[in-house]
Nanobody
């Protein structure tokens, strides 16, 4: 069965860095668009970044220039390098996979999430 397992979350001070990983299994990783989403307390889930099977990349404006999404198709793993963290980056971070990057909500697979907390 499909599994997405996130790791690497934790607590960090503003200006610090964290690297999230998402290990995937149960589907043809290289054919899928991989994405990162986050949900802050009391807020809706929002897209952070995605990297398609052709390695085209999209970032939300709030993380552009600070976060870098990457993927290792041989290891079936995607990463999110988060630099210059801000308190507004606090939230649960989810890994997602879909055959198309606009299919996450309707047809995507989702991990359980990893918590990121940034203190000022």
């Amino acid at each position: 069965q499909v599994q997405l397992v996130e790791s690497g979350g934790g607590s960090e001070q503003a200006g610090g860095s964290l690297r999230l990983s998402c290990a995937a299994s149960g589907f043809t990783f290289s054919s899928y668009c991989m994405g990162w989403f986050r949900q802050a307390p009391g807020k809706e889930r929002e897209a952070v970044a995605s990297k398609d099977s052709d390695w085209s990349t999209v970032y939300s404006d709030s993380v552009k220039g600070r976060f870098t999404v990457s993927r290792d198709d041989a290891k079936k793993t995607q990463y999110l390098q988060m630099n210059n963290l801000e308190p507004e980056d606090t939230g649960m971070y989810f890994c997602a996979a879909a055959l198309r990057c606009d299919w996450f909500e309707s047809h995507g697979y989702w991990g359980q999430g990893t918590q990121v907390t940034v203190s000022s």
